[in-house]
């Protein structure tokens, strides 16, 4: 049964032997038919195509054979060859150490086949030294072969980078050309990354100056060495003499204007008024968040601004409108401000009778009780 064959082909090498060629152009238009020879003795659109597609191994003035004898190489590395000599031989000792431990395990092995249980303890602990003593010497044969190699490579490395870097500067500017085509097209994409820079640079300044920047109300200041009253001496009398106040956010705006009270030893004041008019602004005022622009603060006729500001904090006891339990135990929670010493059990108890809650508490699991987890 035969068979007929149609090959649409774009390399003509791939219909030499066809038995019928024909040549198409545009617009499906048969312009030649024929066989490859006679094709190429007509010199048609045939002819041409085929002359088109050959290819002339000299015509490509680039295309040079590259070829470097064994001799280069092996005088490329003759300064080091003290290092790579060590480095062979350290290799090779490295190398054996690998079937000493093998003898050695199998030696080891034969020991359970020993009767004598003294020969028996004996000879392992020889061989288990032997095993140590072969392992350290195959760390460092191993470290030496690492350290010989490296040197030698990157001895023949820089002296191989500043060979080929000399043989650029001699090649003619043709060839450095795309070279500095390349260049300029990377230097090109750095640059567009100057304004990223100029921001990194602005924010890393900023950075630092908030990590430099000395606050005027720092309780971790060292040089903050203010009064410290003695606590038996406190009767807790708070003045405010003709204190303004104004939010940093806000300098125009007075706050509070000329506010000047008293609140007794012992005492409760109470603060009223509405939404804005100044209430929180007292409290913040005397656990020294802010300090006034104008005016005074004192506590037992002393001025705030001379008192040690941790230890002001630390006497002041402040709950808020909405109160917030840490994510502690109960017993964490009562003696969280208490950061200068440690809280005894009998202070824990002893403050919670005094809110009214120790009854709640002691009224819960006795597993938990104190230790129990509250908060958000």
């Known amino acids: 049964m035969g068979r007929t064959t149609i090959v649409v082909a774009h390399r003509l090498s791939t219909i030499r032997n066809a038995d019928l060629i024909l040549t198409m152009k545009t617009h499906s238009d048969i312009v030649e038919m024929g066989t490859h020879s006679q094709l190429i003795l007509k010199k048609g659109h045939y002819f041409q195509l085929a002359q088109a597609q050959q290819q002339d191994p000299n015509s490509d003035t680039h295309d040079e054979e590259i070829f470097c004898d064994n001799q280069s190489v092996q005088e490329a590395g003759e300064p080091e060859w003290v290092y790579i000599l060590f480095g062979t031989f350290a290799s090779m000792l490295a190398g054996a150490t690998a079937p000493v431990?093998?003898?050695?395990?199998?030696?080891?092995?034969?020991?359970?086949?020993?009767?004598?249980?003294?020969?028996?303890?004996?000879?392992?602990?020889?061989?288990?030294?032997?095993?140590?003593?072969?392992?350290?010497?195959?760390g460092i044969f191993t470290w030496a072969t690492t350290w010989a190699f490296a040197i030698s490579g990157e001895r023949l490395t820089r002296r191989m980078r500043l060979a080929a870097f000399a043989a650029v500067l001699r090649q003619e500017v043709g060839?450095?050309?795309?070279?500095?085509?390349?260049?300029?097209?990377?230097?090109?994409?750095?640059?567009?990354?100057?304004?990223?820079?100029?921001?990194?640079?602005?924010?890393?300044?900023?950075?630092?100056?908030?990590?430099?920047?000395?606050?005027?109300?720092?309780?971790?200041?060292?040089?903050?060495?203010?009064?410290?009253?003695?606590?038996d001496n406190i009767e807790g009398a708070v003045e405010f003499k003709n204190v303004h106040f104004s939010y940093p956010t806000r300098s125009k705006k007075l706050v509070l204007k000329n506010c000047s009270f008293k609140c007794a030893p012992l005492s409760s004041t109470a603060l009223v008024g509405k939404s804005g008019h100044g209430k929180s602004t007292v409290i913040s005022l005397l656990l020294r968040f802010y300090d006034p622009q104008q005016g005074s603060i004192l506590l037992d006729g002393y001025d705030l601004r001379s008192l040690n500001l941790r230890w002001l904090r630390s006497i002041i006891g402040i709950v808020q409108q909405e109160p917030v339990l840490f994510d502690f135990n109960i017993r964490d929670n009562?003696?969280?401000?208490?950061?200068?010493?440690?809280?005894?059990?009998?202070?824990?108890?002893?403050v919670a009778k005094l809110a009214n809650i120790h009854d709640t508490i002691i009224s819960m699991p006795k597993v938990s009780c104190y230790n129990s987890f509250a908060g958000e």
């Open 101 to 138: 431990v093998g003898i050695i395990f199998s030696s080891l092995y034969h020991q359970y086949a020993n009767t004598d249980l003294a020969n028996q303890v004996r000879q392992t602990r020889n061989l288990a030294v032997i095993m140590i003593c072969l392992h350290i010497a195959g």
């Open 334 to 350: 009562i003696a969280y401000g208490m950061l200068d010493r440690t809280v005894t059990d009998e202070e824990i108890h002893h």
């Open 175 to 231: 060839c450095v050309f795309i070279v500095i085509t390349f260049a300029a097209t990377a230097f090109g994409q750095s640059t567009a990354m100057m304004p990223e820079y100029s921001k990194a640079r602005t924010a890393a300044i900023r950075i630092f100056a908030l990590i430099e920047r000395r606050s005027a109300i720092d309780p971790d200041n060292d040089d903050n060495n203010g009064v410290i009253l003695p606590l």
